[in-house]
């Protein structure tokens, strides 16, 4: 499970071969002792919760990131290295 960026206290998270249980494309977020997981490129809640005020800071850099993380989505679920993406700033 390769991080592939952090801000702000947020880990975000894309797993190998990850496309059986939500189906959707997806990653993992980790801030502080709360996990989501968050669909890609939509930026919706399909699992847990994060502050509210982190949330947003999430789905910011995930509309301004959604073709690298679709592109890191399709390396992720064939079994291949994900690539960083540029944090929030």
């Known amino acids: 499970m390769p991080s592939i960026s952090t801000f702000y206290g947020i880990i975000i998270y894309m797993y190998f071969m ?3 249980q939500h189906k959707l ?5 980790k801030y502080q002792e709360h996990e989501v997981i968050v669909s890609i490129p939509e930026g919706n809640i399909l699992e847990g919760s ?5 949330m947003k800071l999430l789905q910011a850099w995930i509309e301004i ?3 690298e993380l679709i592109a ?3 390396l ?8 960083k993406i540029e944090p929030l700033k």
Not at 25 to 29: G, K
């Open 18 to 20: 990850d496309n059986k």
């Open 25 to 29: 494309p997806h990653i993992h977020v």
């Open 50 to 54: 994060i502050p509210t005020p982190k």
């Open 65 to 67: 990131h959604k073709d």
């Open 72 to 74: 890191n989505w399709e």
């Open 76 to 83: 992720a679920v064939s079994g291949e290295q994900p690539y």
